[in-house]
């Protein structure tokens, strides 16, 4: 199975002995190595300790049962190993081992190591115990800020962060937010993996539960280290830079201008237009730019949070301010300073929290949930929102100071739909990120789909069309999106009306498909968020699950 699925890419030379696959190695170069761990006449980890010694740019890839953990982590201690293979593997397994086993070894870079923010000592004892047998560096942080001046050094691999600290999701934000590419691995108890998908959203790349196990805590933290180190191989000078406000077309031009212009005004800037439309990047951008681009960038989605949840997450809280509120806790106006604070869908705040939040424009200071001493806050605040601000106010929903307070200056994000031209400038940006993320080289469009593209409405708008391109590039065998490859730009608007069946059946078939239509786009425009599709439909998580279910649909496609 693995030459057959290899000779597709690559030039296969197998070895029915470890002496002859060594002595390949001696003859000439290769790219990669493949040992399975359980080899009769030579360990696979010997092996590949003296492959390292004969060649030591080839990467190195392990092979091994998925209850053979402990052999696995054997070998990640020798430092022989530079991927791995769980039985049993796909041919997408495979071929992403071998590009990132390539990419690793192709990388000359010293340093790395962990970052950690700690509940227990305890663990802090078996983590340094078991990183420094595996040749990996780690320094445990004391609060935030030791954490902050860490990721502002170069070099951190991970981040391990407990959960059960009250300043975890400041943490976990703060990892998000900063400039390094350090990937969040997160350590919980069974109760945390149901919220592994909002956490996977605030930029957590895996996490590892309680009581922790030396041989998964080192394969989880292995992983990451290889997969940071491919993704800067990959990625090269241009994805080193943030992302960009992308198209040539007149109103990007337009909108590039008027950023420029603006972001060193230290002003309130109101961030309008349709959900997808790439909001948040105007606001990252802002922020890059201008003055305040050495302080955070921090963002919260006011839709996405209770009225409670709200204050403690922007104003911070008090201990012993509410149940579980067992230590103090800074905000997010705190932790911004002297940085920027986004606050998105700001159309979905309360009318007591409007309030709450107009006090605080206007005079720069709060008070921490349960607190009695003012604080005060120097961060930019920008907000964005996809609702008519004017219309609502026009209903008693919206405050019109605060409307004058954020809009001091408005940006208007073009929907896809207006802007058309941009399209394939998009798909080759999208393309190339998502060759390098995936580990995909040589990733092209058929002229077929392309014109698909263009022909489509994108109610999801740019968010939809990556998200489109990104199920093109994984269930594209050879790395060429097709036109079948693309079922959101497939579907069209219309529900077709089947008038050789019966009325009361040609209704429920219709019916059927509209609701599945519905729910398609919506997952889409949500990226697989569960929740907010919900909230969105105006439907319980679980009858939504219910109704996913009865039509075929898998959220987790969307994300």
């Given at each position: 199975a693995l030459r057959r699925w290899l000779v597709r890419d690559f030039e296969v030379e197998t070895s029915e002995s470890a002496p002859q696959a060594l002595e390949l190695l001696r003859e000439r170069p290769f790219d990669c190595v493949i040992a399975d761990l359980r080899m009769p006449e030579m360990d696979g980890a010997e092996l590949l300790t003296r492959a390292a010694e004969v060649s030591p740019r080839t990467g190195r890839i392990a092979m091994s049962a998925h209850n053979d953990l402990e052999t696995v982590v054997r070998a990640i201690n020798r430092g022989a190993v530079m991927g791995f293979l769980i039985k049993p593997f796909t041919f997408h397994d495979i071929t992403s081992a071998v590009y990132r086993a390539i990419a690793r070894a192709s990388t000359a870079r010293a340093g790395g190591g962990v970052l950690a923010l700690l509940e227990s000592e305890a663990d802090g004892r078996n983590l340094t115990g078991w990183l420094a047998g595996a040749g990996i560096a780690l320094r445990i942080c004391a609060d935030l800020d030791e954490l902050r001046a860490q990721l502002g050094k170069e070099g951190w691999d991970v981040v391990l962060i407990d959960l059960d600290l009250p300043t975890a999701l400041d943490a976990l934000r703060l990892v998000a937010g900063s400039a390094s590419d350090a990937s969040a691995l997160l350590l919980g108890d069974e109760r945390s993996l149901v919220l592994s998908e909002d956490l996977g959203r605030l930029g957590a790349r895996d996490m590892v539960t309680k009581p922790l196990r030396e041989s998964e805590?080192?394969?989880?933290?292995?992983?990451?280290?290889?997969?940071?180190?491919?993704?800067?191989?990959?990625?090269?000078?241009?994805?080193?830079?943030?992302?960009?406000?992308?198209?040539?077309?007149?109103?990007?031009?337009?909108?590039?201008?008027?950023?420029?212009?603006?972001?060193?005004?230290?002003?309130?800037?109101?961030?309008?237009?349709?959900?997808?439309?790439?909001?948040?990047?105007?606001?990252?951008?802002?922020?890059?730019?201008?003055?305040?681009?050495?302080?955070?960038?921090?963002?919260?989605?006011?839709?996405?949070?209770?009225?409670?949840?709200?204050?403690?997450?922007?104003?911070?809280?008090?201990?012993?301010?509410?149940?579980?509120?067992?230590?103090?806790?800074?905000?997010?106006?705190?932790?911004?300073?002297?940085?920027?604070?986004?606050?998105?869908?700001?159309?979905?705040?309360?009318?007591?929290?409007?309030?709450?939040?107009?006090?605080?424009?206007?005079?720069?200071?709060?008070?921490?949930?349960?607190?009695?001493?003012?604080?005060?806050?120097?961060?930019?605040?920008?907000?964005?929102?996809?609702?008519?601000?004017?219309?609502?106010?026009?209903?008693?929903?919206?405050?019109?100071?605060?409307?004058?307070?954020?809009?001091?200056?408005?940006?208007?994000?073009?929907?896809?739909?207006?802007?058309?031209?941009?399209?394939?400038?998009?798909?080759?940006?999208?393309?190339?990120?998502?060759?390098?993320?995936?580990?995909?080289?040589?990733?092209?469009?058929?002229?077929?789909?392309?014109?698909?593209?263009?022909?489509?409405?994108?109610?999801?708008?740019?968010?939809?069309?990556?998200?489109?391109?990104?199920?093109?590039?994984?269930?594209?065998?050879?790395?060429?999106?097709?036109?079948?490859?693309?079922?959101?730009?497939?579907?069209?608007?219309?529900?077709?009306?089947?008038?050789?069946?019966?009325?009361?059946d040609a209704v429920a078939e219709a019916s059927r498909k509209a609701e599945h239509e519905y729910l398609v786009r919506l997952l889409a425009l949500c990226e697989g968020n569960v929740a907010e599709t919900a909230r969105r439909a105006g439907i319980d998580r679980r009858n939504l699950y219910r109704k996913l279910t009865l039509l075929g649909i898998d959220p987790t496609s969307f994300r």
């Open positions: 805590l080192l394969l989880r933290v292995h992983l990451l280290v290889v997969e940071r180190r491919a993704r800067e191989a990959a990625a090269g000078p241009a994805e080193s830079g943030p992302a960009q406000l992308v198209g040539e077309s007149e109103v990007m031009a337009s909108l590039r201008r008027m950023v420029k212009t603006i972001a060193s005004v230290d002003c309130a800037v109101l961030i309008r237009g349709e959900t997808g439309t790439g909001k948040e990047l105007v606001a990252a951008t802002l922020h890059r730019l201008g003055p305040r681009a050495d302080g955070a960038f921090l963002a919260v989605n006011c839709a996405a949070l209770t009225e409670t949840l709200f204050e403690s997450e922007v104003f911070g809280h008090e201990r012993g301010a509410f149940t579980g509120a067992v230590q103090q806790k800074r905000g997010l106006c705190e932790l911004a300073a002297d940085g920027t604070l986004l606050l998105d869908e700001i159309g979905e705040l309360s009318p007591a929290l409007q309030a709450k939040l107009l006090r605080f424009l206007e005079t720069g200071e709060f008070f921490r949930v349960g607190g009695t001493t003012p604080l005060h806050s120097n961060a930019r605040i920008l907000a964005a929102t996809n609702r008519e601000l004017g219309a609502m106010i026009e209903a008693g929903d919206y405050r019109a100071d605060l409307y004058h307070r954020l809009s001091t200056i408005e940006i208007f994000v073009p929907a896809l739909r207006e802007h058309v031209e941009d399209i394939p400038q998009l798909v080759g940006h999208f393309l190339e990120r998502l060759a390098r993320r995936h580990q995909r080289p040589g990733i092209s469009i058929d002229p077929d789909a392309m014109e698909e593209l263009l022909q489509y409405r994108w109610p999801g708008n740019v968010r939809e069309l990556q998200s489109v391109l990104e199920r093109g590039v994984l269930l594209s065998p050879d790395g060429r999106v097709r036109k079948g490859l693309l079922p959101r730009a497939a579907e069209g608007a219309s529900v077709t009306i089947d008038v050789a069946l019966p009325l009361k």
